[in-house]
């Protein structure tokens, strides 16, 4: 069964960081293109950041720019999405999501799809 497992969202501070982990099960993420993707309360999913299957190429929201970065452990068959000096704004559930294919794209053309990891930004 194919699955990707999202973890590491929580309660932060405005500024601080936190690093979001995208697992995948049953099968190997080398061939994938991976997004992440947001949605807010009451908004649409946006797309956050995406890394092509080789790790050579990434796209950043203008929103997010400077402050995530996306990464692959193709080893670990695990993505990252580093988020650092986190905004009130940045408060949203996040999704990892995989394509077969070999770049990525921020709009949500993706195959699989994890349950999601909730991040929230208060003080």
């Known amino acids: 069964q194919l699955q990707l497992v999202e973890s590491g969202g929580g309660l932060v501070q405005p500024g601080g960081s936190l690093r979001l982990s995208c697992a995948a099960s049953?099968?190997?993420?080398?061939?994938?293109?991976i997004g992440w993707f947001r949605q807010a309360p009451g908004k649409g999913r946006e797309g956050v950041s995406c890394?092509?299957?080789?790790?050579?190429?990434?796209h950043y929201a203008d929103s997010v720019k400077g402050r995530f970065t996306i990464s692959r452990d193709n080893a670990k068959n695990t993505v990252y999405l580093q988020m650092n000096s986190l905004k009130h704004e940045d408060t949203a559930v996040y999704y990892c999501?995989?394509?077969?294919?070999?770049?990525?794209?921020?709009?949500?053309?993706?195959?699989?799809w994890g349950q999601g990891t909730q991040v929230t930004v208060s003080s």
């Open positions: 890394i092509s299957a080789s790790g050579g190429s990434t």
């Open positions: 049953g099968f190997t993420l080398d061939d994938y293109a």
């Open positions: 999501a995989a394509v077969l294919f070999r770049l990525c794209v921020l709009s949500p053309l993706y195959d699989y």
